[in-house]
């Protein structure tokens, strides 16, 4: 049972675009919901994190929006860049442990 | 670089073979995790080691089993190992028992 779909699988941005990427999850005891990029062969780096008790969250570039309701959060990445290329995971845990990862999606931003 | 360590980088052995994948955590981070990342299963918790002890545990097989020793490394036990094995290792270190988790570079296994 996969408890956080992630989409799309794979996104082709043009450099200056808005990157997209979706999440529903369905345990609502999940109270943790961080982002990942990995480049490959490098390991998952945490990108940015949300709690449900807010509805955004923005670091430079980088927004979480979270609709508690809906059980879905998102990932937006303003002004892609051709370094934002790399795969990104969705997460999800309880108290910020065990994280349950979505199924990635490659982003490819083009020149 | 997150801080967390991993050896070996790569690692090639054969079905039926026992392996040790190491992590060190980040200075004075006390719970590791150790994931499996594979093509098919994507990114799947195996276990959570906290400050020596086990703290929670996912979808690890019998044959693998892992430790945390007193000066906070971890390794991760593969026996018995099966061509289906073959993933990446990844292992990550937190604070406390929750709290954010920094991944290490990763353990790639392939068993022929």
């Known amino acids: 049972q996969q408890q956080v779909k992630q989409s799309p699988q794979s996104l082709i941005v043009q450099k200056g675009g808005i990157s997209i990427i979706n999440c529903a999850y369905e345990?609502?005891?999940?109270?943790?919901f961080p982002w990942y990029q990995q480049f490959p062969g490098k390991g998952p780096a945490l990108l940015i994190a949300?709690?449900?008790?807010?509805s955004e969250k923005k670091e430079g570039r980088f927004t979480i929006s979270f609709n508690k309701s809906a059980k879905q959060f998102s990932l937006h990445i303003m002004d892609s860049q051709p370094g934002d290329s790399a795969t990104y995971f969705c997460?999800?845990?309880?108290?910020?442990?065990?994280?349950?990862f979505g199924t990635g999606t490659r982003l490819q931003v083009t020149l | 670089d997150s801080g967390v360590t991993q050896t070996p980088k790569h690692l090639i052995t054969a079905t039926g073979q026992r392996v040790t994948l190491r992590c060190s955590p980040r200075?004075?981070?006390?719970?590791v995790y150790w994931y499996q990342q594979s093509l098919d299963q994507g990114l799947q918790f195996l276990i959570q080691?906290?400050?020596?002890?086990?703290?929670a545990k996912g979808n690890i097989l019998e044959r693998f089993s892992a430790q945390q020793f007193p000066d906070l490394h971890s390794e991760l036990n593969l026996s018995s190992l099966e061509l289906g094995d073959s993933a990446l290792y990844f292992c990550?270190?937190?604070?406390?028992?929750?709290?954010?988790?920094?991944f290490g570079p990763g353990t790639r296994l392939t068993v022929l």
């Open positions: 997460a999800a845990s309880i108290r910020a442990s065990k994280l349950t």
């Open positions: 200075s004075g981070d006390l719970s």
């Open positions: 949300i709690r449900p008790d807010v």
């Open positions: 990550a270190s937190s604070v406390g028992t929750s709290g954010s988790e920094f």
């Open positions: 080691y906290y400050n020596g002890e086990e703290r």
């Open positions: 345990n609502t005891a999940f109270d943790y």
